[in-house]
């Protein structure tokens, strides 16, 4: 994903960038970096299309060093540079104006798209009208926290380690989102889902079956409580949120077991079970036939 442009200012002293890992896909890219500055100076950043997010990440945490970088957003705030905190984001299509002293930092990088991540893309991602200093020292624990998490997966990659990327990536979309364009759900009064707010969770229940999403983050997705979110979602589906989710476990194991090169376990945990007699269990009750003689029907 070629998202960004640095440019310094004064070419003998742009910085060397070495990336230890990374995990790339279509619409993310994120990097665990070591950026070394020889001397002081200036760079301007320039985003393409992608959020940014840096966090600052030491190999040292007994002995943190102070930071003293300094940053600006391009033609908002003129040359008053304002400190960076260790958690950094610069919205896409953004030029931002970095002074940087001589030193050696590590950091994990992340480009993406908000609007690339699954239900996300249903929203509108105007930034231009919140771009805030704040944006220079997020101060949001629960980003952080996702950040670190996905720090460690790009550092050891695991199973479905880009699902569970993705995942991480559409928490922290909607922390952002949170923090700086507000509410921008569209409700209804007749104790129902809006059709958006009805996509949104359908999509996300669909998509994340291997780690599904808490009723705590669910709500957060429409802007509602938790209470409020079930009885909603009952009223427009008929169904329960556990129930649909059930649902939607089953019917990605009914499309797993059309290919006979998956066998019955692999089936049973790509489908958000812990193990194969617990998914033969919950496919015989759901369909009335063990998972070997739904396959042999195929």
């Excluded at 797993?256 to 919950?282: C, E, H, I, M």
Aim: charged share 20%.
């Amino acid at each position: 994903m070629n998202a960004i442009d640095y440019i310094a200012c004064d070419n003998t002293l742009c910085g060397d960038f070495n990336t230890e890992a990374s995990l790339v896909q279509k619409d993310f890219d994120i990097r665990l970096e070591q950026a070394t500055w020889p001397a002081d100076g200036m760079a301007l950043v320039e985003t393409h299309g992608s959020c940014l997010i840096r966090l600052l990440l030491t190999d040292e945490p007994q002995r943190p060093r102070p930071v003293s970088n300094r940053g600006s957003f391009g033609g908002r705030n003129g040359e008053h540079f304002k400190p960076l905190g260790s958690l950094l984001f610069i919205p896409p299509d953004t030029s931002f104006h970095l002074a940087h002293d001589a030193r050696r930092q590590k950091a994990l990088i992340c480009l993406f798209n908000p609007a690339t991540l699954g239900p996300l893309a249903a929203w509108r991602w105007d930034w231009d009208a919140c771009i805030h200093d704040s944006m220079l020292n997020v101060q949001n624990p629960f980003m952080r926290a996702s950040l670190q998490r996905l720090a460690e997966e790009v550092s050891a990659p695991g199973f479905a380690s880009e699902l569970h990327s993705e995942y991480l990536l559409t928490g922290i979309a909607l922390d952002l989102r949170r923090e700086y364009l507000g509410r921008q759900v569209a409700t209804r009064c007749d104790g129902k889902l809006s059709p958006l707010q009805l996509r949104r969770i359908t999509e996300v229940l669909n998509a994340a079956v291997l780690q599904q999403p808490s009723l705590h983050d669910m709500a957060q997705l429409c802007e509602l409580s938790v209470r409020r979110l079930s009885q909603c979602f009952k009223n427009t589906t008929g169904l329960t949120l556990r129930r649909y989710a059930a649902q939607a476990r089953i019917n990605r194991a009914k499309a797993l077991l059309s290919d006979p090169r998956w066998l019955v376990k692999q089936v049973a945990y790509q489908s958000g079970f812990q193990n194969a007699a617990a998914f033969t269990a919950a496919f015989r009750k759901e369909t009335g036939l063990t998972p070997e003689q739904f396959r042999l029907l195929r």
